[in-house]
């Protein structure tokens, strides 16, 4: 299930699903600008706007074709005929070949520019023009976490916190 994180402003609101981050914004006094209220998707760092009205919340929307048990969803990929001939001939076909290559990145990066990425994006949305912003951001791609700490150490604690446990999860 995704995760989400509520700000006002610069404090941390919540965290959780989707039904849980809108039963509590729903609680909270109307903020004077929308603007004040941001909430973030966990796995990617991207800004998402919930409708806040008094309908029923729909979970995340169901998935379409492919395997949804397994939570396969076709996409579509562009290749070259050179890649789509190496792909052809490997064991199980192009889609095992793609599967298994995503993979072995995936370990051998141990998932921390997924990470980083999703730092970059909260950060970008709610820290852009705060203090030192831009050496924040090439020590969170350099991996230098006590760079960053010291870097961001002026912004709101909720905030550096956030981006930390994006950047660097436990």
Do not use: C
């Given at each position: 299930?995704t995760s ?6 610069d ?10 981050i ?15 209220l ?10 998402v ?13 169901p998935?379409?074709?492919g ?5 396969v969803?076709?996409?579509e990929?562009?290749?070259?005929p050179?890649h789509w ?8 076909g192009?889609?095992s ?10 370990r051998a ?11 970059y ?6 820290a852009?023009d ?8 090439r020590?969170?791609y ?7 700490e010291a ?8 905030v ?6 994006l950047?660097w999860p436990e």
């Open positions: 299930m989400y994180t509520a700000f006002a402003n404090l941390w609101i919540a965290t959780g699903s989707r039904a849980h809108v039963e509590t914004l729903r609680a909270l006094d109307a903020m004077p600008r929308a603007s004040d941001l909430v973030f998707d966990d796995s990617t760092g991207a800004q706007d919930f409708d806040l009205r008094d309908e029923p919340v729909p979970e995340d929307p998935r379409g074709p395997r949804p048990r397994l939570g969803v076709p996409r990929v562009t290749l070259l050179r001939d190496w792909l052809g001939k490997q064991r199980g192009a889609s070949a793609l599967r298994r290559l995503v993979e072995d990145a995936m990066d141990g998932g921390q520019a997924a990470g980083r990425d999703a730092a994006r909260f950060l970008s949305a709610i852009g705060r203090e030192n912003f831009e050496e924040a951001i020590a969170l350099a991996d230098d976490r006590a760079r960053f870097l961001a150490g002026g912004w709101p604690v909720a550096r916190a956030h981006a930390i446990g950047a």
